[in-house]
Each structure stands twice: as C-alpha cells, then as structure tokens.
C-alpha cells in the first residue's frame, strides 16, 4: 500500500527539479499524478515514464488553470490533491529591480499559487476533501538581499497559505507550506542547464538564474561538477554543510499531502539544513 494510494494530485513545476522528484515520489507512492508545467516536451516525457497526465500550464494564466483543472478531472474524475511547486528567481539589488521583472515574478511566484488554490480547491472540496501544499522559501521567513522581489513573493505565498488554511478548513483542506533553503536544482546551479551559463555566473558575468524563467520547476542534481562545487560553498553557511537536494524537498511535500500530517494546517516547514536557526560565531 502505497501512502498515496487513491488520491489525485497537481504538481505544477513538475517537468523538473523539485516538481519532478515530487511527481516520481507521488506515482510511487501511488497517487495519481497531473504533471503541470510549461516545458511540454520534457514534462510529456516525464508524465508518459511515470504513468502519469501532463498538462500544459503557466500558473500565471488563470485561463490556463481552468483548462488544467478540466483535463485533470476527464483523466481521472477528480482531483484532491495540489502542489503548488512552480516558481522563478532573479537576482537585482531592490533599487535596481525593473517593475516589469518585479511584476514577472510575483505574477508567477504568487498570483500563480493564488489562482491554483482558487482553481483547485473547488475541485477538492466536491472529491470530500484534500490538501494543498504551497512552495515558499527560507526568504520567505527573513530577508535575502539580491532576492528582493523573490522575497517579497515567497513572504506573500506564507500568508496566502495562513488565509487559505482558515478557510479552508470547513471543506475538510488542509493548506501548508514548505520553504526550501539552498536546494540543488538550476536555480541553485546553472549548469545543471547550460555549462557556460555556470562559467559565466562564477565569473560574475551573469546574476540571473539558467532556465528558471521557463517557469519550471527547477532540475535535478547533476551536470559536470556543479554538484560538488555547490556542496563546498554552501558548506561554510549551511549547519549540515550542505546544499538540499530535490527529493528532500519532496519527501516533506509527501508529509504534508498524506496522513501522517492529518492534524496539520497553517503552517510554514522549513528545509534548510539548519541555514535559519542563527548565526555560528565559529
């Protein structure tokens, strides 16, 4: 028995990175898996591995959710299940951000979990109940300088997840969070797409993120050294003295879409290894 076993579930980011460790884990534990995202090849390839359903879907487009939301239902007669996992990142100084690059990314990183709960939960609420589990980020709970619009999105997607929970709660949903440190996937990592784009970001020549206005979900470990180069880095900030990987991330969604978290609601997990529990004078 699978700990997934009859239940529907969304990921949206899924052709990559957290949202396709999040798919693979999902079908393994035998949900039913709506692969969602914009990279329709590899997110078709993804789906058709693990025996699963892709839609194509920016989360920005409202129009697009209703059209997600409806083929996830034909395939399967319901859904009730969501994660919110697609999202992007620039980094800019805040007085050097565009408005037009600090609208892109609210647009995806926090309308975009905005409109699938309002697209989905519906849909939960009529299969009797469910969950819904929205991707925050450490900077999300403090600040990050660079990151500014990203933080501001992410601080936003908490206190959507805090609202939703309450009212949500009389439709038998259950609404939380997870909140990534540093996890290895392209946003992390460039190379994991382009290996010139990583030579260009080590080198200063490039401050915005390989492949993440794609509106993916990021990519798994891999690609030359990247790696291991990240490990050493993050290493000498990060208590466990290393970058999180993807199906860690994962996992915790698991948690928060099964029963082992049935009394849970509300609530931001954070999975950093340890980066915000304070500062080592060491």
Known sequence: MGRLDGRVVL???AARGQGEQEARLFAAEGAEVVVADVLDEPGAALAAEIGATYVHLDVGREDDWRTAVAA???????????VNNAGILRFNE???????????????????VFLGIKAVAPEIAAAGGGTIVNTSSYTGLTGMAYVGAYAAAKHAVIGLTRVAALELAGRNIRVNAVCPGAIDTAMSN???LDPERGRDRERGGDRERGGDRERGGDRERGGGDGGAALDAYYG???????????????????????????????????????????????
């Open 11 to 13: 990921i949206t980011g």
């Open 236 to 282: 000498k900030r990060v208590p466990l003295g290393r970058i999180g990987r993807p199906e860690e991330v994962a996992r915790l969604a698991l948690f928060l879409t099964g029963e082992d978290s049935s009394y849970i609601t509300g609530q931001p997990f954070v999975i950093d290894g340890g980066w915000l529990a304070g500062v080592s004078v060491l």
């Open 94 to 112: 805040l007085l050097n951000t565009p408005l037009a690059e600090f609208q892109q990314i609210t647009q995806v990183n926090q309308v975009g």
């Open 190 to 192: 460039p190379s994991l």
């Open 72 to 82: 996830a239902s034909a395939a399967y007669g319901r859904v009730d299940g969501l």
